[in-house]
């Protein structure tokens, strides 16, 4: 069974401007999430999706930051206009369903730099 | 408010030695509790898991028991090889939570 796949797994860009990075989750899985993982940090939670729905979003910084999941299959995250503050590792995971019975299954990342 | 806090690394020891990475967590009621593994260019996997005080989750010869005295999750293996070279993350999700919570991280390198 293949794992969440992410892309591009590294990413250059200057300051200002946009990117976006895209995410496959495993087949069959509902609830898609997006994580921020700065330098020498632990992952933080930036949106969760139960199949095509945003249902926590509330640590994603809605002024440069978007997200969508289109037929609550993949999905993208973008930034527009990227900061230099924003350079950090970008992980996509995905469960099954919700509650505590379901494990999250992580991609490798997308780390971004912005110069 | 949910966090978590994990001993600072890096940690460096010899093939064989006995390890232990200390994690203890701040929650309100009876979270689950988690150690997730990233090893060099993956995702994150998940490595044990407990659900109430007392558990012992274990996994590759890794185990953490839930403290809820001491609200600690501590991971420790009896004898590490190279192949446990990666970073460890101790996690925590309160009770009907789906986010989870993360410490920040435990770089381990076993030399030879």
């Known amino acids: 069974e293949a794992g969440v796949v992410q892309s591009p797994r590294y990413k250059i860009i200057e300051k200002k401007q946009p990117v976006a990075f895209w995410c496959n989750p495993i087949?069959?899985?509902?609830?898609l999430y997006w994580y921020l993982q700065n330098l020498g940090q632990g992952p933080e939670l930036l949106i969760r999706?139960?199949?095509?729905?945003?249902?926590?979003d509330s640590q994603l910084p809605k002024d440069r930051f978007s997200a969508e999941r289109l037929k609550g299959v993949d999905s993208t995250l973008k930034i527009q206009p990227a900061e230099l503050g924003d350079s950090a590792v970008y992980l996509c995971a995905s469960s099954l369903g919700q509650g505590s019975l379901y494990e999250q299954y992580f991609g490798p990342g997308t780390r971004l730099t912005v110069t | 408010g949910n966090s978590v806090t994990q001993m600072e690394g890096p940690v460096t020891l010899s093939e064989e030695a006995f390890l232990t990475i200390n994690c203890t967590y701040t929650a309100t009621g009876y979270p689950s509790l988690f150690w997730y593994v990233q090893y060099p260019g993956e995702g994150l996997q998940l490595l044990l898991k407990?659900?109430?005080?007392?558990d012992k989750g274990s996994n590759k010869g890794f185990e953490a028991t839930y403290r809820k005295e001491t609200t600690s999750f501590h991971l420790e293996k009896g004898s590490v090889q190279v192949s446990d070279s990666a970073v460890y993350f101790c996690?925590?999700?309160?009770?009907?939570?789906?986010?989870?919570?993360f410490g920040q991280g435990t770089r381990l390198t076993i030399n030879p």
């Open positions: 087949s069959g899985h509902n609830t």
């Open positions: 999706y139960e199949n095509e729905e945003a249902v926590d």
């Open positions: 407990a659900t109430k005080a007392d």
């Open positions: 996690a925590l999700r309160r009770q009907g939570a789906q986010k989870l919570v």
